[in-house]
């Protein structure tokens, strides 16, 4: 399994925004899709966004869409969730999961390897 640790984190006031990063080791980066999950106090985690191995292919959660984007750079081993337009219902733990090739779709049991996990605070 790939070795994942997120980065990137921290508090922001509403509207601001925040980079994070996903570094990747262990395994054959290129033959992972690469998701973001969150988990708020209280609250289910939720799936974020999903690269695919080549970058075809990227979901992202209807309540995201248009403030968030996710990229990676395979020569890197690097995922990156841009994070615009920040408000209070992103605030979460936000982790990096990798699933051996598949669809990218949202839902945890897809993936095998993630992340311990970065604290995600919009607050003024």
């Known amino acids: 399994h790939l070795q994942l640790v997120e980065s990137g984190g921290g508090l922001v006031q509403p509207g601001g925004s925040l980079r994070l990063s996903c570094a990747a080791s262990?395994?054959?980066?290129?033959?992972?899709?690469i998701a973001w999950f969150r988990q708020a106090p209280g609250k289910e985690q939720e799936g974020v966004s999903c690269i695919s191995r080549n970058s075809d292919r990227t979901n992202l959660l209807d309540s995201v869409k248009g403030r968030f984007s996710v990229s990676r750079d395979n020569a890197k081993n690097l995922t990156y969730l841009q994070m615009d337009r920040l408000t209070p219902e992103d605030t979460g733990v936000y982790y990096c999961?990798?699933?051996?090739?598949?669809?990218?779709?949202?839902?945890?049991?897809?993936?095998?390897?993630w992340g311990q996990g970065t604290q995600v605070t919009v607050s003024s």
């Open positions: 262990g395994g054959l980066f290129d033959a992972h899709n």
């Open positions: 999961a990798a699933q051996l090739f598949g669809q990218c779709k949202l839902a945890t049991h897809h993936f095998a390897s």
